[in-house]
């Protein structure tokens, strides 16, 4: 079975309002940078310790791993990255295919970064 290639090309990121971030920022902008600074060294552990590119992982570390990553992704509530992440899921089940996995799970970790990054820093520039 061929299964598309996940594509985050043209996808317009970026914070929702709704979500752990926007509303945070609202309440409360610094603890809102703090927390997106920890995101951003949870992503960075994400990426470090992800295994999916080893064909020895078992779907149960694919899917812990990518629950993770998830986790990580809603807090942004980011539509087209959440959606990145199921579409993930169903990769590792459909093709088991280590490396598109991994390569798959590195863009979307990487787009989160850069997306959290931009916001922390709009909201640094905003308070300073």
């Not at 603890?31 to 960075?44: P, R, S, T, V």
């Not at 590792?92 to 997306?115: S, V, W």
Request: hydrophobic letters at 50%; proline letters at 4%.
């Amino acid at each position: 079975m061929e299964f598309p290639p996940i594509s985050l090309d043209g996808a317009a990121l970026a914070v929702s309002a709704d979500s752990q971030l926007g509303t945070l920022a609202h309440l409360n902008p610094s603890a809102c940078i703090q927390f997106a600074n920890a995101l951003l060294k949870d992503l960075d552990g994400a990426l470090a310790a992800c295994t999916l590119g080893n064909s020895a992982t078992s779907i149960a570390a694919r899917f812990e791993q990518i629950h993770t990553l998830k986790n990580m992704v809603i807090s942004t509530g980011c539509k087209p990255l959440a959606d990145a992440c199921a579409a993930l899921q169903s990769l590792c089940l459909a093709t088991g295919d280590p490396a598109r996995a991994r390569e798959t799970f590195d863009a979307i970790a990487q787009a989160a970064q850069r997306l959290i990054a931009n916001y922390r820093d709009g909201m640094v520039a905003r308070a300073g």
